[in-house]
């Protein structure tokens, strides 16, 4: 058996070994066994990524299924608009910079409803969730060349007030995300949603802006206050007034 390890050392530390003595060193049935262990150690070496699974509470909460709707109006101009779930996909181990985690991607569509409107689809959104954060992106009323809003961290759950942390391979935007505010109860147009965070959303600089969310581990947003340069419409506060959810 000792004259097979040293032989396997040779062949480690002399990696242009030729391919038949490869095949003499691993010949018989102690041969096979020490491929094995060759194998086994090769496959021990190899650099494990760490890996985030989701969150089972934020699971829980956010993983929204086809049949869910949100129907908002925008406080500012009467404007009436559906937000419609039409796909959710998991995908287990996805890489993500120095990661892997399992995420769960949300398509959601947004249809203006509007009585004298066309009803034709305007924004389409990506709803995120993996490790511990929800993450959102879309492309706003009337984008530029390939100008697209990300919320990246969108918020963390279970709330926590201050600045996020947030073990999910989505971090790295230079988006800045916090939660402001925590109200156990939260009233709007005389409906009431418990445990809100209040989530301020922005970029500093040239065509910063500041996005305010409501969000509620019910309904998801219960307000949106938008004020982003590439919306069409400059600023929208969106309030909700109907919903249903299937998870």
């Not at 709803?127 to 697209?148: F, R, T």
Request: with cysteine; aromatic share 16%; charged share 15%.
């Amino acid at each position: 058996m000792g004259r097979y390890i040293d032989r396997l050392k040779c062949f480690v530390l002399k990696p242009t070994e030729k391919i038949a003595q490869i095949l003499l060193l691993f010949k018989g049935a102690k041969g096979v066994f020490v491929l094995f262990l060759f194998l086994f150690v090769l496959n021990s070496c190899k650099k494990q990524l760490p890996h985030y699974s989701i969150d089972s509470d934020l699971k829980t909460a956010f993983n929204y299924q086809p049949g869910t709707y949100w129907i908002y109006k925008d406080s500012l101009s009467g404007r009436i608009d559906s937000f419609y779930v039409t796909q959710n996909v998991f995908q287990a181990n996805v890489p993500s910079g120095d990661v892997t985690q399992d995420e769960i991607t949300i398509n959601v569509v947004e249809k203006d409803i509007d009585a004298n409107s066309t009803g034709a689809t305007s924004i389409l959104y990506y709803l995120y969730v993996g490790g511990n954060m929800v993450s959102i992106q879309y492309a706003p009323d009337s984008p530029s060349q390939g100008e697209y809003i990300l919320y990246n961290p969108f918020f963390t759950y279970p709330f926590q007030l201050g600045a996020f942390v947030w073990k999910s391979g989505f971090a790295g935007s230079s988006d800045e995300s916090y939660c402001m505010q925590i109200f156990p109860s939260y009233t709007l147009n005389g409906l009431v949603f418990l445990n809100v965070a209040e989530i301020p959303h922005g970029s500093s600089g040239p065509g910063g802006y500041l996005d305010t969310f409501f969000v509620n581990a019910d309904v998801l947003i219960a307000k949106m206050d938008l004020h982003h340069p590439y919306d069409s419409v400059g600023t929208k506060v969106w309030e909700l007034q109907r919903w249903n959810i299937v998870k």
